[in-house]
Nanobody
Framework: QVQLVESGGGLVQPGGSLRLSCAAS????????MGWYRQAPSKERELVAS???????NYADSLEGRFTISRDNAKNTVDLQMNSLKPEDTAVYYCYADGVDALDGSIFYRDDTLWGQGTQVTVSS
């Protein structure tokens, strides 16, 4: 089974930077879209950024160009570089992947959407 594991969260001061990474494990044949959502306390989960297998990116308008998403298809990883962080960026950040084609032994299967376990990002002085 394919699993997504995030890393790189933590505590940072306002104006600082963090880089989140997400690695997919398993026998993966392809993943259509990878990206990041976040969920702040008492708020709904919202899309932060996404990237297709061909490199097309999409960002939440509220980010104002502060975040950059990148992907390595050969390594099945997706990263989120977060700069000029603000207290309102505080949230649990979740990695996701859409349209995952994989092998379980010799059996092909597709998962519509997979989620990581989440990593906490706290922006505070």
């Amino acid at each position: 089974q394919v699993q997504l594991v995030e890393s790189g969260g933590g505590l940072v001061q306002p104006g600082g930077s963090l880089r989140l990474s997400c690695a997919a494990s398993g026998t993966i044949l392809g993943m259509n879209v990878m990206g990041w959502y976040r969920q702040a306390p008492s708020k709904e989960r919202e899309l932060v950024a996404s990237i297709t297998s061909s490199g097309d990116t999409n960002y939440a308008d509220s980010l104002e160009g502060r975040f950059t998403i990148s992907r390595d298809n050969a390594k099945n990883t997706v990263d989120l570089q977060m700069n000029s962080l603000k207290p309102e960026d505080t949230a649990v950040y979740y990695c996701y992947a859409d349209g995952v084609d994989a092998l379980d032994g010799s059996i092909f299967y597709r998962d519509d959407t997979l989620w990581g376990q989440g990593t906490q990002v706290t922006v505070s002085s």
